[in-house]
């Protein structure tokens, strides 16, 4: 599924991340703790350079707690970077923020520090971060909402005598090169819902549902739940609630909201849409496709160079 979404205020806020990195000494990278892989921005490698990492996975309360703990694990498993799964439901874990942050400079004494290092708070639209932000400083420094793209503007906050924060705008990439990435950046409301189709959103979400949370979909919608095809799956879901539109036909769109909706707010439990072995396999997916794509296009251009050179031997031959 293709994202096209990336106003001007991202292009923006991307500049300026790059153009503050040398004073940054963390960062934090907020990722949805359902989608830990999708959530990454692949931009931020480009421009991190070698600056440790805290990862921080949102909305965990939401999460299959075995995924998380297998994710943090993979975030951890690295030099120089360090993951924590927090959440709204569990407030502790906002105060371990700073234990970690101190981690990567153990040795810092705020007595001999002129100022506090910093910390770039960055993430995908509606991850968190605002909220991450005012549950850290304990007040409301940074707007929050379900909507994507409320942050608009950096903004520099102190969090304690050793660190500050600097908050940025939620930046998509300008392009999703794995398509099932796209859609469950969808699926969680990473994107506008008018920048997608709510139905054909929900039936990929449902392809991998049926599959690895049956049970969770029979016991929202009942036993009776057809698990074999996910259109299908949707249009009794959208029966059993009433999504009907002209003649009586099921209106999948409003259905595929419905379960969207429904999914988001967490009534189907406790989900996660990707793991790190499939993380591994689609990575080998997506280079394989796009090197065959970028071969195909060297083929058009080397096909059109020939064909330009045989012409102008032709036109060359005609003068002779």
Same mark, same amino acid.
């Given at each position: 599924m293709a994202i096209q979404w990336f106003p001007g205020h991202m292009h923006k806020a991307r500049k300026e991340m790059a153009n503050v990195l040398p004073e940054i000494d963390v960062i934090i990278e907020v990722l949805d703790a359902r989608i830990p892989w999708s959530s990454e921005n692949?931009? *931020?490698?480009?421009?991190? &350079?070698? @600056?440790? %990492?805290?990862?921080?996975?949102? @909305?965990?309360?939401?999460?299959?707690?075995?995924?998380?703990? $297998?994710?943090?694990? *993979?975030?951890?498993?690295?030099?120089? $970077?360090?993951? *924590?799964?927090?959440? =709204? +439901?569990?407030? &502790? !874990?906002?105060? +371990?923020?700073?234990e970690r942050l101190h981690a990567f400079y153990p040795d810092d004494d705020p007595h001999k520090r *002129?100022?506090?290092?910093?910390?770039? %708070?960055?993430?995908?639209?509606? %991850?968190?971060?605002?909220?991450?932000?005012? @549950? /850290? =400083?304990? #007040?409301?420094?940074?707007?929050?909402?379900? +909507?994507? !793209?409320?942050?608009?503007? $950096? $903004?520099?906050?102190? /969090?304690? +005598?050793?660190?500050?924060?600097?908050?940025?705008?939620g930046v998509l990439w300008p392009k999703v090169d794995n398509e099932a990435s796209g859609f469950r950046l969808a699926a969680t409301g990473a994107v506008r819902d008018t920048a997608m189709d709510s139905s054909e959103v929900a039936t990929h979400l449902l392809d991998y549902l049926i599959i690895e949370y049956a049970d969770r979909l029979q016991s929202r919608y009942g036993q009776s739940l057809p698990l074999i095809e996910s259109v299908q799956t949707l249009e009794e879901i959208g029966r059993a609630r009433g999504c009907l539109g002209a003649g009586g036909l099921i209106d999948f769109d409003r259905a595929g909201r419905l379960l969207l909706q429904e999914y988001r707010a967490g009534l189907l439990g406790q989900i996660t849409l990707e793991t790190p072995p499939m993380r591994e396999r689609e990575l080998k997916e997506t280079a394989a496709r796009i090197a065959k794509i970028e071969a195909k296009r060297e083929k058009r251009k080397a096909d059109k160079l020939a064909q #330009?050179?045989?012409?102008?031997?032709?036109?060359?031959?005609?003068?002779?």
């Open positions: 692949p931009m *931020l490698s480009d421009i991190s &350079k070698e @600056k440790p %990492v805290l990862r921080l996975l949102t @909305k965990s309360d939401l999460a299959d707690p075995a995924m998380t703990s $297998q994710w943090l694990a *993979l975030h951890s498993a690295t030099s120089g $970077q360090d993951a *924590l799964a927090i959440s =709204t +439901e569990n407030p &502790k !874990a906002y105060k +371990e923020v700073p *002129l100022k506090p290092r910093v910390a770039m %708070v960055v993430g995908i639209p509606n %991850v968190g971060k605002s909220t991450l932000i005012n @549950k /850290l =400083t304990g #007040r409301v420094v940074a707007k929050t909402g379900n +909507e994507p !793209a409320i942050t608009k503007r $950096q $903004q520099h906050i102190k /969090l304690t +005598e050793l660190w500050s924060l600097r908050d940025t705008p #330009r050179n045989a012409e102008k031997a032709r036109k060359k031959s005609k003068r002779f």
